[in-house]
């Protein structure tokens, strides 16, 4: 049983190191490298694209037994470039209205940074119940909620025109899950704060330079 349960593990990790690579990539591009929003993004697909690449090549050679010529390469790196680039347009440009909680929601998705959408939509996928309940602000909207309003807040427009931040609901779903969820974020780089406001929430944030110490 110990094989198959570290066959499996074995397996996943292959499948996830990908999308690893490409968000976890892109944050550090943008945090330790201080790249531009679509620059950093660029990065980590770059990044995923070269290991299908060699995933490619891989399982070529252990089924035929042949080296490839730079040719067949050249291919592999279009179609891997191709599929990369297909899924982060999809991932930043796409939200259902089912993970959005109201129209205004979803409308701010494009508000967000791309790396932060990008994350949020990867996880779309092995999570389908995920939502989001709130994304931009102004200050006026935390005094609509009755709490004190931020002069500095990840929510609000950064100096490169993004929302660094999201919350997302964690009422009604076991801890367990929680917990995971926040393990994903913090393993791809994101900052994650669990705390109530207005409901039970999970907020999510990007690393901004306008405010450093701010979640």
């Given at each position: 049983?110990?094989?198959?349960?570290?066959?499996?593990?074995?397996?996943?990790?292959?499948?996830?190191?990908?999308?690893?690579?490409?968000i976890r990539g892109a944050?550090?591009?943008?945090?330790?490298?201080?790249?531009?929003?679509?620059?950093?993004?660029?990065?980590?697909?770059?990044?995923?694209a070269l290991l299908l690449?060699?995933?490619?090549?891989?399982?070529?050679?252990?089924?035929?037994?042949?080296?490839?010529?730079?040719?067949?390469?050249?291919?592999?790196?279009?179609?891997?470039?191709?599929?990369?680039?297909?899924?982060?347009?999809?991932?930043?440009?796409?939200?259902?209205?089912?993970?959005?909680?109201?129209?205004?929601?979803?409308?701010?998705?494009?508000?967000?940074?791309?790396?932060?959408?990008?994350?949020?939509?990867?996880?779309?996928?092995?999570?389908?119940a995920l939502l989001i309940?709130?994304?931009?602000?102004?200050?006026?909207?935390?005094?609509?909620?009755?709490?004190?309003?931020?002069?500095?807040?990840?929510?609000?427009?950064?100096?490169?025109?993004?929302?660094?931040?999201?919350?997302?609901?964690?009422?009604?779903?076991?801890?367990?899950?929680?917990?995971?969820?926040?393990?994903?974020?913090?393993?791809?780089?994101?900052?994650?704060?669990?705390?109530?406001?207005?409901?039970?929430?999970?907020?999510?944030?990007?690393?901004?330079?306008?405010?450093?110490?701010?979640?």
């Amino acid at each position: 049983m110990w094989y198959w349960i570290y066959q499996f593990l074995k397996l996943f990790a292959l499948l996830a190191l990908p999308f690893i690579l490409l968000i976890r990539g892109a944050v550090y591009f943008h945090i330790h490298q201080a790249w531009s929003p679509w620059v950093a993004l660029l990065g980590g697909a770059l990044g995923a694209a070269l290991l299908l690449v060699l995933y490619l090549t891989f399982i070529h050679g252990k089924l035929t037994g042949r080296v490839v010529g730079g040719g067949v390469l050249k291919r592999r790196a279009l179609l891997a470039g191709f599929l990369v680039l297909g899924y982060c347009i999809h991932g930043v440009v796409f939200l259902s209205s089912n993970n959005a909680k109201g129209e205004q929601v979803q409308r701010e998705f494009t508000r967000l940074h791309p790396i932060l959408r990008l994350g949020v939509s990867t996880l779309i996928f092995l999570d389908p119940a995920l939502l989001i309940t709130d994304a931009s602000r102004q200050p006026e909207d935390y005094r609509k909620m009755g709490l004190p309003t931020k002069t500095r807040s990840l929510h609000y427009p950064q100096s490169n025109g993004y929302v660094h931040a999201i919350d997302l609901r964690t009422r009604g779903h076991g801890e367990w899950r929680n917990a995971l969820l926040k393990g994903y974020f913090r393993l791809m780089g994101f900052r994650t704060l669990r705390h109530g406001g207005t409901a039970d929430h999970l907020h999510v944030s990007l690393f901004s330079r306008d405010a450093p110490g701010a979640l």
